[in-house]
């Protein structure tokens, strides 16, 4: 007997789709066919926990970070970030928008991220956001680390921006140079890095250089040596 079986052909598929997909090379073969229909995210989960994540990335890497003061990433192209969210919606972080924008790299195990986030959320609240695309990006999750799972913290911490949900491996990390938790990124509307910032920021620093990001003038982090 044969099966013939169509996959959906949207670019982002909910996960058992890929796992599907891989299942399908197996050079063992097949031996249960489970048809599911109606519902592309069945069986996803909270926060997409024991899963496979896929992320794709267009771009060159930016380089590692090491300091913010002539950090050579800056006036490069930010990579451009495509994969899903803890819903297994699609989302697209990174590149070029049109509008500025500031991505965090957060871990829920990581304590600076733990106290950075709700900053973060407070100075949204305030509007100092508005006008940029603000966005997280989940990644060097661990289910034997505290705080898990990240979708559960930052849901508690009301996190309004657009999450990104990093692969096992950190492939969006790895794209931005990530070296330490948490890494800052700021993106100009035409999507080249304004510069970047490794661990915690007090508040006031983190209004001026997302105001500075806005109106285009030189991030005042990037300028103290």
Excluded at 148 to 157: C, F, K, M
Excluded at 210 to 215: G, H, M, P
Aim: with cysteine.
């Amino acid at each position: 007997n044969s099966v013939g079986a169509v996959f959906t052909q949207n670019r982002f598929c909910a996960a058992p789709v890929h796992i599907a997909k891989q299942h399908l090379t197996n050079e063992n073969g097949i031996r249960a066919l489970v048809i599911n229909t109606g519902n592309a995210n069945a069986g996803t989960g909270a926060g997409l926990a024991g899963w496979t994540v896929f992320i794709d990335t267009t771009g060159k890497a930016l380089p590692e970070f090491q300091t913010s003061a002539g950090d050579p990433a800056i006036g490069e192209r930010a990579p451009t970030l495509e994969g899903v969210d803890f819903s297994s919606a699609a989302v697209t972080v990174g590149g070029s928008s049109g509008k500025p924008q500031v991505i965090s790299f957060v871990a829920h195990w990581c304590p600076h991220c733990q106290r950075e986030v709700p900053i973060i959320v407070s100075l949204a609240r305030q509007g100092v956001f508005d006008g940029v695309e603000l966005a997280a990006v989940a990644t060097g999750t661990r289910p034997d680390a505290p705080n898990y799972p990240p979708s559960e913290w930052l849901s508690r911490e009301q996190w309004s921006g657009t999450i990104l949900v990093d692969t096992a491996e950190g492939t969006a990390a790895k794209a931005y140079g990530l070296t330490g938790y948490p890494l800052l990124t700021f993106i100009a509307a035409d999507g080249s890095v304004a510069g970047r910032w490794s661990g915690e920021m007090e508040p006031a620093d983190l209004q001026a250089n997302v105001e500075a990001l806005k109106a285009g003038r030189p991030l005042p982090m990037t300028l103290v040596r």
